[in-house]
């Protein structure tokens, strides 16, 4: 059978244009298809975005610990629409990149709605047919709403909160995972009075318990008022602002609320189940080890699939299933010992097993931790922590988790993910000479356990 193309792909993020470009450099004929903004989630609406802000938010710190060294600062202000532009060159120039690159690997880009209509076809929003020798979905994921909440039409998502208008200055964040505590603690450190609330008793739940923790005392200090077990119930539009009652019926009046209680796969009105591709309860396409549907010439990678949902993870599953159609590859991907980070002031940066998981896989586990005032700090005299830990197998003393609250701890950590895939022991740590003074140091200088678990 003859078909238009090779490699039909839906969703130019970054796993789609990764998939483009490899298949591409096969020889085969590829087509992508975006509805949006060429680049997907991380560039144009998450991490590269979110990043940029984030920098914005550390100036203040710099600015307060700058007469500790010396420095005459003076007055400082903070303009929203300036950083506000100067994000919307940068995603602009990131997706002109992501085009270009795609036309260079000689992959076909449409900038238009694409659905599927059996295992072989897809129908573009001007109603044209396109059939492929393989589809692949990469759309990624959206915003999940929390419920029946009156008034939600009134809130945003991570969505939009890139672009508001205006700065606002006393934002409501609804969610404890990482998307609600990044925006919560960059726009209290850009100057908003910033309230979160959450259903758990802590944030980031499935984080290790001293990380969040730390973390959770961090954004206290920078002026996060945190309500635990505590959501809203009905928004209230009263000219500009808004109100929210919140579930033990506290009332506050705020100027926005984001809501980022989580993300959902972004399956729906793709034709998918209506073909028979394989959803699971979420909506996310189910997938083999390679990447490929219960249809063999339908496949998905990245957040659709909802299993390790980061740009990453995406970028090398596009890969490794280009590599697989028209490669000599297996399309199997390695999605164990991920490293992760979340980038709150400080970060954290995580890798491998949690304490607390490392408890129930082993006999004994010994906890190498290092909770210390970071040497900047001292005399810029700021009060913030940073905390490092190792988590050790001890009867063959590897290191099955490295976990970091530290300022750049998502550097360090892209580092000690190499050790940790290399299987690393206690004693390989022990053996690097350290870098001094450092506060990565701490990570090869902790000789003796702060404690031992025994089952």
């Not at 090779?6 to 490899?22: E, N, T």
């Not at 992501?98 to 260079?104: D, L, S």
């Not at 200055?169 to 609600?180: D, E, S």
């Not at 097993?353 to 900047?376: G, H, S």
Request: net charge neutral.
């Amino acid at each position: 059978m003859d078909f238009d193309c090779d490699l039909f792909i839906v969703g130019a993020g970054s796993g789609g244009v990764r998939a483009a470009r490899v298949a591409a450099g096969y020889g085969a004929k590829v087509i992508v298809a975006e509805e949006f903004r060429i680049g997907g989630t991380c560039v144009i609406r998450g991490c590269v975005p979110k990043k940029l802000m984030v920098y914005a938010s550390r100036f203040a710190d710099e600015f307060a610990y700058a007469a500790g060294y010396g420095w005459s600062v003076g007055p400082t202000s903070f303009d929203w629409p300036t950083l506000r532009a100067a994000k919307e060159r940068e995603i602009s120039r990131l997706s002109d990149a992501y085009r270009t690159n795609v036309g260079k690997a000689g992959a076909t880009l449409i900038e238009t709605r694409a659905e599927l209509v059996d295992a072989n076809r897809v129908r573009l929003a001007d109603g044209r047919i396109v059939s492929a020798r393989h589809i692949l979905v990469a759309t990624g994921a959206r915003p999940e709403s929390p419920g029946a909440i009156a008034g939600l039409e009134h809130t945003i998502s991570s969505n939009e909160i890139f672009d508001l208008p205006e700065f606002p200055r006393r934002l409501l964040v609804v969610g404890g995972g990482y998307i609600a505590v990044e925006f919560a603690c960059l726009f209290a450190r850009l100057g908003a009075e910033v309230t979160q609330v959450m259903r758990g008793d802590n944030i980031l739940r499935g984080f290790d318990q001293d990380m969040r923790d730390g973390l959770r005392d961090e954004l206290q200090r920078a002026g996060v008022r945190l309500r635990f077990g505590c959501l809203p119930t009905v928004f209230e539009k009263h000219g500009k602002a808004l109100r929210a009652t919140l579930s033990d019926d506290e009332a506050i009046e705020i100027d926005q609320a984001l809501v980022a209680t989580g993300r959902k796969p972004n399956t729906s009105g793709l034709g998918l189940a209506e073909i028979g591709v394989a959803l699971d309860a979420t909506g996310a396409v189910v997938v083999d080890a390679g990447s490929t549907t219960n249809i063999r010439s339908i496949h998905a990678i990245g957040d659709v699939t909802n299993r390790i949902n980061l740009t990453p993870v995406a970028i090398r599953e596009g890969h490794a299933l280009a590599d697989k159609l028209f490669g000599d590859g297996d399309g199997k991907v390695d999605h164990h010992d991920v490293a992760s980070a979340v980038f709150a002031t400080p970060e954290i940066g995580a890798i491998g097993l949690t304490e607390a998981e490392a408890f129930k896989r082993y006999e004994m586990v010994d906890v190498y931790m290092a909770n210390f005032k970071p040497m900047k700090a001292t005399v810029g005299g700021g009060s913030e922590r940073a905390i490092m830990k190792l988590v050790v197998e001890a009867h063959t003393n590897r290191v099955v988790g490295v976990h970091i609250l530290a300022r750049d701890a998502a550097e360090m950590i892209q580092v000690a993910a190499i050790a940790i895939k290399m299987k690393a022991t206690k004693a390989d740590f022990d053996a690097a000479m350290a870098v001094h003074p450092t506060g990565a140091e701490e990570l090869v200088t902790m000789r003796a356990p702060t404690r031992r678990l025994r089952r």
